[in-house]
């Protein structure tokens, strides 16, 4: 099971208002997406699988709607634990301000760990 695809999956079965989960950025002018990516984690005995997964949302015009968005995101992460069976774990580690300054967007990223059971 790859946990990125599950955790975009879900992302998109709770984002609403125009906005989309991708694994990679999208081409074109979007004004709001998210971006999910895997930073790191250990693997345990071959059956635990703890990812470190980044959730980065962008806004275009709007640091307030960005912001609030990632707080959603943050608030409703524990969800993924009923969403996948196979989710034994999902908490968030940290919720940084962090501006993409190349593209020009407001950027909030959400650190999660999930706990998979592989």
Do not use: H
């Given at each position: 099971?790859?946990?990125?695809?599950?955790?975009?999956?879900?992302?998109?079965?709770?984002?609403?208002d125009g906005?989309?989960?991708?694994?990679?950025?999208?081409?074109?002018?979007?004004?709001?997406?998210?971006?999910?990516?895997?930073?790191?984690?250990?693997?345990?005995?071959?059956?635990?699988?703890?990812?470190?997964?980044l959730i980065?949302?962008?806004?275009?015009?709007?640091?307030?709607?960005?912001?609030?968005?990632?707080?959603?995101?943050?608030?409703?992460?524990?969800?993924?634990?009923?969403?996948?069976?196979?989710?034994?774990?999902?908490?968030?580690?940290?919720?940084?301000?962090?501006?993409?300054?190349?593209?020009?967007?407001?950027?909030?990223?959400?650190?999660?760990?999930?706990?998979?059971?592989?």
């Open positions: 099971m790859n946990i990125e695809a599950t955790v975009i999956t879900w992302l998109n079965s709770i984002l609403d906005w989309i989960a991708y694994g990679d950025k999208p081409k074109g002018e979007n004004a709001e997406f998210v971006l999910v990516d895997r930073t790191g984690g250990p693997r345990e005995s071959m059956v635990l699988d703890q990812a470190e997964i980065e949302v962008y806004e275009k015009n709007s640091r307030s709607a960005a912001s609030i968005k990632a707080d959603n995101i943050a608030d409703r992460i524990i969800e993924l634990e009923a969403y996948a069976s196979n989710i034994t774990r999902a908490k968030v580690n940290s919720v940084v301000n962090l501006d993409d300054t190349v593209d020009s967007y407001y950027r909030y990223q959400i650190y999660c760990d999930v706990f998979n059971r592989r």
